[in-house]
């Protein structure tokens, strides 16, 4: 289904309803709500549980529409699509789940929506703004033109970018548009702490004990995994049950 932001977002219902809010699933950098949340098996043992889900496809991402500027993929205005997603559903409390970028931004999601996020589990967070080193002009003008930039992180991202072929530009801007809306986690809006995730062999997440530190009663659980395998972990998909049922 395509929102009124434009996005495409995915509805699923369980069989016999819970009773408890929505869940809210937000997928990482470069990949889909399908990809991160369908084929992982996570909407099909959040169902199981009772729970409405809520899949959207981020701006520049999936199938939903790239980005015309950089502006439209700033950390505020993806924060702001989710809120709008939610609001055009008609729902007022729903839990979060979001993993890598999407945890950048569940982190943010609250103080978007106050008094409305019951739940919320912050998977792959990265302590630092990732995309803070990226040289913008060289990444646009490697997508564009092919040329390598000569810093190598640079070019680790214009290659991880221009594997998506024609989503290739909406996704540089979206690296401009967050490097422009750096994280700096300071005060958590929600109602209860989150729980944080990471994997063990997750170097991106390293220093995250930073982060926990700044909410009082949150708590850590490391599973199995590098980056990006731990969607798929058991130890993961069980971790969220746990926490959204708590």
Do not use: K, N
């Not at 009773?19 to 369908?38: M, N, T």
Request: aromatic share 4%.
């Amino acid at each position: 289904m395509q929102s009124r932001t434009g996005l495409t977002v995915r509805t699923f219902t369980p069989d016999q309803a819970a009773g408890a809010p929505p869940v809210l699933l937000v997928h990482g950098f470069g990949s889909d709500g399908h990809r991160d949340w369908v084929e992982s098996g996570i909407v099909r043992a959040l169902t199981a549980a009772g729970r409405t889900v809520i899949v959207p496809d981020l701006r520049g991402h999936g199938e939903s529409p790239a980005p015309a500027t950089a502006a439209e993929v700033t950390a505020p205005a993806l924060v702001s699509d989710l809120v709008a997603v939610l609001d055009e559903a008609g729902i007022d409390t729903f839990d979060l789940v979001g993993y890598s970028l999407g945890a950048r931004l569940g982190w943010d999601v609250p103080a978007a929506a106050p008094g409305r996020v019951r739940r919320a589990l912050l998977g792959g967070l990265s302590p630092a703004e990732p995309f803070e080193a990226v040289d913008v002009a060289a990444l646009h003008r490697a997508v564009a033109e092919g040329t390598e930039p000569a810093d190598p992180f640079t070019g680790m991202i214009a290659g991880m970018v221009r594997a998506h072929g024609p989503r290739a530009a909406g996704l540089a801007l979206c690296v401009e548009g967050l490097r422009s809306t750096p994280f700096v986690p300071q005060v958590w809006d929600g109602q209860a702490p989150p729980a944080f995730v990471v994997g063990q062999d997750d170097m991106m997440t390293h220093g995250i004990e930073r982060v926990v530190a700044l909410v009082a009663g949150a708590e850590l659980t490391r599973v199995p995994g590098a980056h990006h395998e731990v969607l798929t972990q058991d130890a993961f998909r069980r971790t969220v049950l746990d926490v959204l049922a708590g």
